[in-house]
């Protein structure tokens, strides 16, 4: 990359004069301009490189600017860059047929949206009209998007600010048994404990007044909680005992990120509906969508589903899906993803986790990881309180810019970091970004006790 800081002063400049960035107090964000990006890489307008362990948002599964797809957007939009939902256009058809088929189950149809809350409103929609009922139960610790349902459906704080108590959502703990709710010691414990409580929540809320069960299939941004052997399958059970319409959020764990094409295929489970969005199209184009099952979509076969979007299916969008489903299929990145997660990464991040005194628990697969980092092992106090901001978040904002310092731009969620790098990094690169993490984790095990 080659410097250019004037011309980096100019982006910066507009930025804070217009932009109005998500999720942030404006005067108090300082973002980085960046210039450029490849592979698993970019880099700012002072030629200064980073190795991109958290995919954008993760969502780059396929890196920046795979060539294959950059020319398929190009193609794209020289024949036909935009044509409005109610036609058939190749390539929505052609993402629609190459999602559908590898979708579990008979999740056969695809709605599209623009992106993943979207894609969540739709799901809730379908579900509330295909059983006639009002409320949605969801997980803490999750994340399911900014809309005002989705965000009412999030369970992190997120949700505060927008919380409209008539959204009809009730929440409920899933498992996790590093900071397990129901005192078990065992992933078994947890795991029944946990379908316990949930249909318990069920008969308190009336179970003829519950549409649908929403959950991530393993919760990204909460902390890549896996779940245990047993509980997606038991929640399905729950599902059909009441005849409630189980949906699974496969925003951020879809598409190659837990080295399977969908982390529903880890545990052989089928929803009625599942969201994605992200790894779609490496979010090349703005992309999401449902994919439906044969009984819901039954639902709407003589009847119309009162829901749309302008850029339902946008072409642009479609042909980038379409190039990045089959770049993964024909470079093998789902199997990559799988094999550098098992032989690189679990053991690198144990090996640093029997090192470092703040790393408290690695937990993962495939191309999703994270680390949570404590103070006290013994305890498992967190290495900053829940939901810091300022101050409290110092230890914290040292460990992201120490790693930042060493070329490495890590994910970092209140006092988690997740190694979440595209689900083709090479070997090299990701070896190269373990080692600055290692050094990173230097500057967290300062804040233990
Ligand atoms: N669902 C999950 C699991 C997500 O991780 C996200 C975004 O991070 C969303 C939904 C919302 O997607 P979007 O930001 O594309 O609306």
Redesign the pocket.
Known sequence: PQPNPQAGAAVKAADRAHVFHSWSAQELIDPLAVAGAEGSYFWDYEGKRYLDFSSG??YTNIGYQHPKVVAAIQEQASRMTTFAPAFAVEARSEAARLIAERTPGDLDKIFFTN????A?EHAVRMARLHTGRPKVLSAYRS????TQQ?VNLTGDPRRWASDSGTAGVVHFWAPFLYRSRFYAETEEQECARALEHLETTIAFEGPGTVAAIIL?TIP??AGIMMPPAGYLAGVREICDKYGIVFVL?E??AGFGRTGTWFAADLYDVVPDLM?F??GVNSGYVPL?GVAISGEIAATFAERPYPGGLTYSGHPLACAAAVATINVMAEEGVVEHAARLGADVVEPALRELARRHPSVGDVRGTGMFWALELVRNRETGEPLVPYNATGQAATPMAAFAASAKAHGLWPFVNMNRTHVVPPCNISEAELKEGLAALDTALSVADEYTE
Do not use: C, P, Q, S
């Open positions: 948002l993760v992106a993943g809350a979207d969540v994340y399911h998007g900014g989705a991530e990204g941004t959020d925003v951020m969201t969005a992200k999401g």
